[in-house]
């Protein structure tokens, strides 16, 4: 066990699958010699070769196509898009090949590609580099789409993605990759499909991922003041989505608010919803709320902080979980 | 019988094996020209903008170690291009660049503080596209091609006398959207000058693991549009070039790429650590061929640029400078409530809702 900042954990993962099995090749632009503009890359090109760990010319829909044809060939390529915007030239090859394959072929034809995604803002970004766009992969079916919100999940993820079948979207907070945390490679892993628990409470459930599990994790030990006792879940897994750790916490809270960076209309935050109260109707004591960015294009970096989460905002919509109207025996002081 | 007429008109679309040149590394007339010589006033034009252009980015650099840019993209060695190719624009001619350009900007009459304003932070886009006939400074790239030729062909369409010249990195010529905009230009005939500033990188990613043709000019044949190859650190002729480009397409002679072979003399943001993937004897190299010395030597050897117009010069471009610094050194107030004023013609209701709840926040 050590402490690595979650740019060390993904770069060990991607070093200890590199390891583990030849047919993993990591490529995108940037990735070779300068390690990727993160450095998450950084030094596998010297230790793997430039056979394994290669710069590509510079065009997104080019590095997943051919990641495609080298999944269907036996690889099991990484690749990387530099930041969450520069991936929209490749969300055909996304969309209409990497996520239908297999369907398409009757599960003849397995393509498991990891496209490696920085995403989110909150550092200052200039337009395009700072997207959420998880919904556009959720949305799709076919496609794995994971997020971590910490060092350890950064390295367990990263290797549960790179061994799974199906293709993935990997996520990677980019304001949280130099946040530090203990890692532990090797150590039993929760499971690619589940979400967790990071911190119990009894009053109320903050639903969050990625970047805002931090965020979440602030505001739950903020909300302490206001005699809250916050309850954090982290999904990790966006899609599949674990209704039943997510379930399991809503209905013993009562109630629940999910938190996100990317706006708010027709985003990840609303199948949240949906899902949390088609099954957890008759344990709810208001209605599921949301927390997300404006619904506006990210804004100039001046201007950021305004429409980020933080942890005012998520107390406020706490605040507004209808807790005149306390039902006995759920809930706080339960 | 077609394929026997297909090598003569081939060889007509490719470029020479030797970059156009009119002066050499050290600023002497080349002999046996291709390309015509602009005239005495362009040349102290020219040579007056890249020095202002020089001591700008120099600016912009150092405003951005005192953080007072959020990045920014040098392009200093660069400047026959960003300047010499603005240059040879008309005024009724439009320039889609890129987040490497502002000096390309500048030139073009953007002033300073709207130019950077993007990599200030305080919004995308500081200046009116329409008054400078300049499009929005463009990062997701490769895109703005597209962009140049649909405008130059609507101005075709609407018999306007416009062309479009778009500027495009080595990298970006990797891009989809490079070869289609090429393929349009080129089916349309479209009134539009792409010039791709070869700068030897894009980030750190050379030429050799971008492009296995002879040159990046050589796209062109394969669309049918007519290419060359320039030495880009000679102002000159970049200038000639993109100026026969420019009369050739107002003249319904339709699309020319360029390919301007330069240097990007720093890392490529101050974000970047470029000696993790080049020699400093390359750099060394080529700041032994830099474009503001060949003009200068020329014009001195000609006996055009004398003390008094270098220090008049001089004088200008840190004036120029001293404005921008003291743009940049006060600070901007957006008012939030623009985060939602844009988005659509009419402000929706959500949004509206979302307005109002951000100024309860912040009253
Ligand atoms: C579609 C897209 N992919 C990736 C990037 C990230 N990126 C920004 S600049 C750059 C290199 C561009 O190189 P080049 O086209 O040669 O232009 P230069 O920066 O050298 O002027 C990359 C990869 C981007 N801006 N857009
Ligand atoms: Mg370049």
């Not at chain 1, 957890?280 to 989460?309: M, N, S």
């Not at chain 2, 020319?256 to 990007?264: F, K, S």
């Not at chain 2, 006996?303 to 404005?323: K, N, P, T």
Request: charged share 25%; net charge negative.
């Amino acid at each position: 066990m050590s402490a690595l900042s979650m740019s060390g954990a993904l770069n060990r993962a991607l070093a200890d699958a590199l390891e583990a099995d030849d047919r993993v090749l990591v490529f995108g632009e940037d990735v070779g010699p300068l390690g990727g503009v993160f450095r998450i890359t950084d030094g596998l090109a010297a230790r793997f070769g430039d056979r394994r760990v290669f710069d590509t010319p510079l065009a997104e829909s080019g590095i997943v196509g051919t990641a495609i044809g080298m999944a269907m060939n036996g690889m099991r390529p990484v690749v990387e898009m530099q930041f969450d915007a520069f991936a929209y030239p490749a969300f055909e090859q996304i969309t209409s090949h990497l996520a239908k394959m297999r369907n398409r072929t009757r599960g003849k034809v397995e393509v498991p590609v990891v496209i490696r995604i920085p995403y989110g803002g909150g550092i200052g970004g200039v337009e395009h580099h700072c997207d959420s766009s998880e919904a556009y992969y959720t949305h799709t079916s076919g496609l794995r789409v994971v997020t971590p919100g910490t060092p350890q999940d950064a390295y367990d993820l990263l290797r549960d993605a790179i061994d799974s079948p199906d293709p993935v979207i990997f996520l990677e907070p980019k304001r949280r990759y130099w946040s530090k945390g203990e890692v532990t490679p090797g150590a039993d892993r929760v499971g690619f499909d589940r979400a967790v628990v990071r911190r119990p409470g009894r009053d109320v459930t903050l639903i969050a991922y990625g970047p805002m599990v931090a965020t979440a994790l602030e505001t739950a030990e903020a909300a302490t003041e206001e005699g809250w006792d916050v309850e954090v879940v982290d999904l990790r897994s966006l899609s599949p989505f674990d209704d039943e750790t997510v379930c399991a916490s809503v209905r013993r809270t009562g109630r629940a608010v999910v938190v996100h960076e990317a706006s708010g209309f027709g985003g990840y935050g609303a199948e949240v919803v949906a899902r949390v109260t088609e099954r957890c109707f008759h344990h709810l004591h208001a209605p599921v709320l949301r927390v997300t960015g404006f619904d506006i294009p990210y804004p100039p970096p001046k201007l950021e902080e305004h429409h980020l989460p933080g942890v005012d905002r998520i107390l406020d919509a706490i605040g507004r979980l209808q807790w005149d109207d306390e039902v006995v025996g759920a809930g706080r002081g339960a | 019988m077609v394929r026997t007429s297909l090598p003569a008109r081939e060889r007509s679309l490719l470029p020479t094996d030797e970059p156009l040149s009119l002066l050499t590394k050290t600023g002497e007339p080349v002999a046996d020209p291709v390309l015509e010589m602009p005239g005495d006033d362009v040349l102290l034009e020219l040579h007056r903008k890249m020095v202002v252009g020089r001591r700008f980015d120099t600016q912009a650099t150092a405003l951005t170690r005192q953080g007072r840019l959020a990045v920014y993209p040098s392009s200093r060695g660069q400047e026959a291009c960003e300047v010499g190719a603005v240059l040879a624009l008309r005024e009724q001619d439009w320039l889609f660049p890129t987040y490497r350009d502002s000096v390309a900007l500048v030139t073009r009459g953007v002033p300073a503080g709207e130019t950077l304003t993007l990599l200030q932070g305080g919004w995308h886009l500081g200046y009116d596209p329409y008054e400078h006939r300049v499009g929005p400074q463009c990062t997701p790239l490769a895109t703005n091609t597209l962009h140049a030729v649909g405008l130059a062909q609507a101005a075709s369409l609407k018999g306007e006398d416009t062309v479009a010249l778009v500027l495009v990195g080595d990298g970006a010529t990797s891009e989809g959207d490079t070869h289609e905009a090429l393929n349009f230009a080129g089916v349309w005939k479209a009134p539009v000058v792409f010039l791709v500033q070869n700068n030897g990188y894009a980030i750190s990613v050379p030429m050799s693991k971008q492009n296995a043709a002879p040159s990046l000019a050589h796209k062109g044949v394969g669309y049918g549009v007519p290419s060359v190859l320039v030495d880009g650190n000679d102002p000159a002729a970049v200038y000639a070039v993109v100026r026969d480009a420019v009369r050739t397409a107002a003249e319904g002679g339709g699309p020319t790429l360029v390919e301007a072979l330069t240097y990007r003399v720093e890392a490529h943001t101050n974000a970047d650590d470029a000696t993790r993937y080049r020699d400093a004897d390359e750099v060394a190299a080529w700041l032994d061929r830099d474009p503001v010395d060949r003009i200068e030597s020329h014009l001195a050897a000609k006996g055009l640029l004398d003390d008094a117009r270098r220090a008049a010069v001089a004088q200008e471009a840190e004036a120029f400078a001293a404005s921008v610094r003291e743009v940049m050194n006060t600070d901007v107030e957006v008012d939030p409530a623009e985060l939602f004023a844009h988005v659509y013609a009419q402000p929706t209701s959500h949004l509206q809702e979302q307005a109002a709840m951000l100024a309860e926040e912040l009253a």
